[in-house]
């Protein structure tokens, strides 16, 4: 299952990706903000999807907060998260290829939401290259 969530600031972007995401077929499951609550914080969005797709390699989420930094802050406190956060192509797609990251983050206050359809087609799309430095750089950030 794909998640989305967001804080206020990325409230808006969550639900232009949200139309997007149901034009192109593309199932997802929606865990807040449910509205625009100007005094809501990110931690708490980012806990509840990090919890849903933490030991779950069949899930993944997007998270979107004003910066997409606070989001991938505290997703990446939970076990088994790779949270990334892209800002253009390249980074969307190391974000995959190289990081295997199962949540993407994204910055409403900097990444416009054209651009932001975009990169999150390219991270849903693409896949990890399962290059051996990759994984071997990847098990030691497991292990720390
Ligand atoms: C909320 O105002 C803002 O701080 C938050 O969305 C995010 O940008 C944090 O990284």
Known sequence: ??????????????EELKKYLSGLGIGFEDLGASQLELGDDYPDFAAALAQKVSGKDENK???ICGTGQGMCLAANKFKGIRAALAHDEFTALAAIEHLNANILCLGARVTNPET???LMKIWLEAEFSGDERHKRRLEKIEKL
């Open 116 to 118: 932001a359809k975009k």
């Open 1 to 14: 299952m794909l998640y989305i969530a967001s804080d206020h600031a990325g409230f808006p972007l969550k």
């Open 61 to 63: 989420g997007i998270l």
